[in-house]
């Protein structure tokens, strides 16, 4: 498909894709990167303060509303900016084992969550939506100061995903859902897609019983 009428042959729609790098709402996967990015510079270290800036999109979506700060639900917590980055700092990475239910209620993400403020920032709202600008500053208790800045994380269109990590990433999501030789099956026929004379023919495989 292409961009538009008139477009380049090479202006394909495909390559404008964003992707998740991590499994949560798409307006947290640049605050998550920025967190991540600045764990190794307070390890050991207490922290006092979290301030996110971010635009008014996240702001309203997934960095305001009161049970944001309290998820009781997956589909609260991986829409909570909050959440989402208490998570990053304490576990060093996002994944479906950060939703689980026992992990909603873990005092170490409620107490950044309540350290946390979210605020929107006028300059950050100019970025969007060609990017996905978040700000992170964090304070800690003896006094020293981290701030991290991203704008298109990992996954965007300007900052995409190698083959080889959107294929972990599916690995990761498909393990017990299909076996392995089933995911291995749909890796190697989706990237060989460009090479298919035709794709109509259905692709079958069992699905793991829970």
Not at 67 to 92: I, N, Q, W
Not at 183 to 193: P, Y
Request: with cysteine; proline share 6%.
């Amino acid at each position: 498909m292409l961009a538009g009428d008139g477009a380049d042959t090479a202006d394909f729609m495909m390559d404008k894709t964003y992707i998740k790098y991590w499994p949560a709402e798409y307006h947290s996967q640049s605050a998550i990167e920025a967190c991540l990015a600045l764990r190794p510079k307070i390890k050991d270290k207490t922290i006092d303060r979290i301030e996110i800036k971010s635009f008014e999109a996240a702001v309203s979506i997934i960095g305001s509303e009161p049970e944001k700060l309290r998820p009781t639900s997956r589909e609260t917590a991986d829409h909570s900016m909050f959440y989402c980055c208490a998570a990053a700092l304490v576990d060093g990475d996002v994944t479906l084992a950060t939703f689980e239910p026992d992990r909603l209620g873990d005092p170490k993400l409620l107490d950044l969550i309540d350290k946390t403020t979210i605020l929107e920032d006028p300059e950050l709202n100019t970025g969007y939506p060609a990017g996905i600008p978040n700000d992170v500053s964090i304070t800690c208790t003896d006094g020293t100061q981290v701030n991290q800045r991203v704008d298109f994380p990992r996954g965007h269109a300007r900052n995409p995903m190698t083959d080889d990590e959107v294929i972990n990433k599916f690995n990761r999501l498909a393990e017990g859902v299909v076996s392995r030789s089933t995911a291995d099956r749909i890796v190697e026929q989706v990237m060989s897609f460009d090479k298919l004379e035709q794709i109509d023919e259905p692709f079958e495989f069992e699905v793991i019983e829970p």
